[in-house]
């Protein structure tokens, strides 16, 4: 018993728990749900299909956002609102990059991996000024996040002239789709490598413990010689660096963007993935491989609601009810009180025996 009690206090109980119950809804209602097949493109290429090869397809670029909005929460008490809309812009700009002013140029413009890194710079420096609003003007993440959030999709569109350029080169379409040969979808190849780098440096450097003890105690933080300023301003730069990554998937899985569609409402999954992984809204304390299971788990969640016919305008509805239910879980009072419980159970049960 003092195992099981121990399970539950575990930070990664419940989005392990949430995605086994997921699993078991779907093999009680629908076992065809986790059949995986082997098939061809039209290229003729060979390459996985099936709903668990959707969550890890689409959850992978949710996993890549729940990175960088763990460490804004943890850093700064409040979440990144503009998540999206920044999307928009960082793919807006690779797009202009490797087109250049002709909408359907023939040819890249040039390299993408040099688009990719102007659109990484160019989302950094929109974090920066989020960072900068939230650490040196004081003002609340979301409110500091809701200029972008309201301007971003309009800033994106006018990069662009309100045009839809179209990349023509079939190498684009390998980050958001499949490399030839490896059936496997490429953004889950993509998201490992964000979660071993962001892994590297949380064991090798010192951010994850500065981002927690700026997070609980700014001030004891302060008088520590930490600069809470410059670790806050830094967790929205690395988030931005996040957006560009998941940016890219985004417009390279059509070749182009539609900018009031791209990336909508992602934020909020990428909010409730944190949430679900058990860190704490108000900062402090998190634990990154909760929010990444908890960012599948979201996947999850939308698969099943789409594999069972939901209508999308109910989506959100249905979505937002589970997702209350799975959060409210995961706090820290519910977990004890279930700690205390089986503790209960655990005295009785050894009195039963004594007697």
């Known amino acids: 018993m003092p195992k099981i009690t121990k399970i539950f206090k575990n930070q990664i109980f419940i989005p392990v728990a949430a995605l086994l119950l997921l699993a078991v809804f779907n093999l009680i209602c629908d076992p065809s749900f986790f059949k995986i097949t082997l098939g061809y493109n039209s290229a003729g290429n060979p390459v996985l299909s099936g709903y668990l090869i959707t969550i890890l397809d689409y959850g992978s670029e949710l996993a890549i956002l729940a990175i960088g909005m763990t460490l804004v929460t943890a850093a700064s008490g409040g979440q990144d609102i503009s998540v999206g809309s920044a999307i928009a812009i960082a793919g807006s700009v690779m797009l202009r990059m490797l087109c250049g002013s002709n909408s359907r140029a023939e ?90 780098i962001i892994a590297l440096v949380l064991k090798f450097t010192t951010l994850g413990l500065y981002t927690q003890a700026v997070g609980i105690n700014e001030s004891s933080a302060r008088l520590n010689g930490l600069n809470p300023k410059f670790v806050k301003f830094l967790s929205f730069v690395i988030l931005g660096i996040c957006v560009a990554v998941a940016a890219l998937i985004k417009v390279s899985r059509l070749s182009t963007i539609n900018y009031s569609v791209i990336a909508k409402d992602i934020e909020m999954d990428a909010i409730l993935a944190v949430a679900l992984g058990g860190n704490a809204l108000s900062g402090g304390k998190f634990n990154m491989t909760a929010s990444i299971i908890g960012a599948y788990v979201i996947q999850f969640l939308t698969t099943t609601l789409y594999k069972f016919n939901v209508q999308s305008d109910a989506l959100s509805a249905y979505k937002a009810v589970v997702v209350i239910i799975l959060v409210v879980m995961s706090a820290p009072t519910v977990r004890k009180k279930m700690s205390d419980l089986a503790k209960k159970f655990n005295s009785g049960k050894t009195a039963k025996e004594v007697a």
Do not use: H
Request: aromatic share 14%.
């Open 107 to 196: 040819t890249l413009q040039m390299p993408i991996i040099a688009a990719f890194l102007i659109a990484c710079v160019v989302a950094m420096l929109f974090g920066a000024f989020n960072g900068v609003l939230v650490a040196y003007f004081k003002i609340q993440p979301m409110v500091a996040t809701l200029i972008l959030y309201t301007a971003g999709r309009s800033i994106a569109a006018w990069i662009n002239n309100n045009e839809l350029p179209i990349v023509n080169d079939v190498s684009f379409t390998y980050f958001g789709g499949f490399i030839p040969g490896i059936p496997i979808p490429t953004p889950f190849f993509i998201a490992l490598a964000c979660m071993l």
